[in-house]
């Protein structure tokens, strides 16, 4: 074995897979990164076939594992409503991070001012929106149906949904189509819709976006819309319904693609997550 990796220790862990094979439900050896350290974010799970071919191609090894351990942070925040100063505020005290994305109704043409145009020119570049059922203009980067920011695979529908005729009369409204087409897809860490799932509020949510959830299992599932703060864990998905934004918001950190810390932070205080 190089200097790059050193088996440490060996575990059986159902839900930890090798990292380079997916090698699942088997003895994994957890392997230390060049720079040994007692936290647990520099360590990576390898397969023992792994370690031994880690062990032989050093510089093809070391840019995999420094693809692994590289930690993004994203931040989460509800519905803004033109509350642009607020979303200012949050964002400054979150940083530095790698993006944030919002789940709809960030504003309208009436928020256009000067001084919130100075936020929206700040924070830009790292913004990444979907349509709510009160928004007609862009603010920040409007998410794709599906798109990779920062490694991670996010799956988005821009609008609302009406579950018994999926019409497109409106323009902020999500077609069959849409929902069709991601429910295909696999492997996704966030979801982002602006209605919550059914289960998760009483008398509310949509019932096709519950299926969705069902078909996709991502790591983290976001809505808004309802206002209020709700956390469900849902097969393997920590599914969130996020507050307005004077009510709080939650960053979430992954290292390479696996979730590692959530943190929720309300008025009431913070509670962290750790997976």
């Keep these: 074995m190089n200097q790059l990796t050193r088996e440490f220790r060996v575990k059986q862990r159902d839900r930890w897979a090798c990292k380079r094979c997916g090698k699942k439900f088997e003895d994994l050896v957890i392997c230390q990164y060049i720079y040994p350290s007692d936290n647990d974010d520099h360590f990576i799970t390898f397969c023992k076939d792994c370690v031994d071919w880690a062990s032989e191609h050093g510089e093809e090894a070391k840019k995999l594992c420094t693809s692994l351990l590289r930690r993004t942070k994203v931040v989460l925040v509800g519905d803004c409503h033109g509350s642009f100063e607020k979303l200012d505020a949050v964002l400054t005290e979150e940083s530095p991070f790698d993006f944030f994305i919002s789940v709809?109704?960030?504003?309208?043409?009436?928020?256009?001012?000067?001084?919130?145009?100075?936020?929206?020119?700040?924070?830009?570049?790292?913004?990444?929106?979907?349509?709510?059922?009160?928004?007609?203009?862009?603010?920040?980067?409007?998410?794709?149906?599906?798109?990779?920011?920062?490694?991670?695979?996010?799956?988005?529908?821009?609008?609302m949904l009406k579950s018994r005729t999926f019409l497109k009369e409106q323009p902020n409204n999500v077609s069959f189509k849409e929902v069709l087409y991601l429910s295909h897809l696999k492997d996704i860490d966030i979801l982002v819709t602006h209605q919550p799932p059914t289960g998760l509020h009483k008398n509310a949510g949509e019932p096709v976006l519950e299926e969705l959830l069902n078909y996709l299992v991502p790591k983290i599932y976001i809505s808004g819309h309802i206002h209020s703060y709700k956390l469900k864990f849902h097969l393997q998905t920590f599914v969130i319904s996020l507050p307005m934004i004077h009510r709080g918001h939650v960053v979430t950190y992954f290292q390479g693609r696996d979730l590692r810390n959530i943190e929720i932070v309300l008025k009431k205080g913070k509670k962290v997550i750790r997976i």
């Design 104 to 159: 709809g109704d960030v504003g309208t043409l009436h928020d256009v001012t000067p001084n919130n145009i100075q936020i929206i020119d700040k924070w830009g570049e790292k913004g990444y929106f979907i349509f709510g059922n009160h928004d007609n203009c862009w603010f920040f980067n409007q998410l794709e149906l599906t798109q990779e920011i920062c490694g991670l695979k996010i799956a988005s529908l821009n609008g």
